[in-house]
C-alpha cells in the first residue's frame, strides 16, 4: 500500500513568490491535513480537509490557503512568500473522523526555503 | 487550550540502556494518543497508537502507556540502539469542539544512543 506522497520534496523560493505543494493521502483516506514546522518551532497546524471541504485551520494568515479534489489530494498554496515561510511542510491522512481506532499518516515532507 | 509538553528535550545514552520518554497534556479530553518518530529532516513515523479507553499499547521493544486522567503517557524504549536516535514526538487528538481533527504536538524528545 502506498503512503502519503508529497510533492516536490524541495523548492527554492524568491520572497513575494507563490507556491503550491502537492499531497496524495492514502487510498481510502477522506481527510488530508497540512503542517508546518519551522526550525526551532515546533509542528504547526495549518488546515484540515475532508470530502473536499475546509473543515479547521489555524492560526496562519490568508495567504495560505488550500483545497482538496474529489480525489481527496490536496494542493497548498502559499502566495507573497516571506522568508519566515521557510520550512518543512507535513501532509498527513486519515480515514472519516468517526472511526476512532486510527491515526494519522505523514508523508515525507516538502522543504521549502524562501530566499 | 490543549498544550503538550515532552521531558525531557534532549537526551544521550549508551547502547543497550531501557528508556523512558515522557509526555503530558492539560486537556483529558482526547480521542487518541500517538507517539511518532522524526529523522533529521525527515516526515513523521507513526510508532503507537492509544485509544482513550486503553491504558497501554506495544510494538516489539516500544511500549506506550497512556494515563488519561491525569494527562500523562510514558513512551518506554528497551534494549536502545544506535538506530533509534531520532526526535520522539507526542501527539493528542481532540474528541470535541472546534479543535476537533487537528493533533496537538509536544515539542519533542532528541534522542541520541551511541554504541
Known amino acids: 500500500e502506498a503512503g502519503v506522497t508529497q510533492s516536490p520534496t524541495h523548492l527554492i523560493k524568491t520572497r513575494g513568490q507563490q507556491v503550491t505543494l502537492r499531497c496524495s493521502p492514502i487510498?481510502?483516506?477522506?481527510?488530508v491535513y497540512w503542517y508546518q514546522q519551522a526550525l526551532g518551532l515546533g509542528l504547526q497546524f495549518l488546515l484540515w480537509y475532508d470530502e473536499g471541504e475546509e473543515r479547521n485551520r489555524g492560526n496562519f494568515p490568508p495567504r495560505f490557503s488550500g483545497r482538496q479534489f474529489p480525489n481527496y489530494s490536496s494542493e497548498l498554496n502559499v502566495n507573497a512568500l516571506e522568508l519566515e515561510d521557510s520550512a518543512l511542510y507535513l501532509c498527513a491522512s486519515s480515514v472519516d473522523l468517526l472511526v476512532r481506532n486510527y491515526g494519522y499518516t505523514f508523508g515525507s515532507g516538502t522543504r521549502l526555503t524562501v530566499v | 487550550k490543549q498544550e503538550v509538553t515532552q521531558i525531557p528535550a534532549a537526551l544521550s545514552v549508551p547502547e543497550g540502556e531501557n528508556l523512558v520518554l515522557n509526555c503530558s497534556f492539560t486537556d483529558s479530553a482526547i480521542y487518541n494518543l500517538q507517539w511518532f518518530r522524526q529523522d533529521p529532516g525527515k516526515g513523521l513515523t507513526s510508532l503507537l497508537l492509544?485509544?482513550?479507553?486503553?491504558r497501554e499499547q506495544t510494538s516489539g521493544r516500544l511500549n506506550a502507556s497512556l494515563d488519561k486522567s491525569s494527562g500523562r503517557s510514558t513512551l518506554y524504549i528497551a534494549a536502545s540502539q544506535p538506530g533509534d536516535s531520532a526526535t520522539y514526538l507526542c501527539?493528542?487528538?481532540?474528541?470535541?469542539?472546534?479543535?476537533?481533527?487537528?493533533?496537538?504536538f509536544g515539542r519533542g524528545t532528541q534522542l541520541t544512543v551511541w554504541p
Open positions: 501527539a493528542v487528538r481532540p474528541d470535541r469542539g472546534s479543535t476537533l481533527g487537528r493533533l496537538y
Open positions: 487510498s481510502g483516506h477522506t481527510s
Open positions: 492509544i485509544q482513550s479507553s486503553q
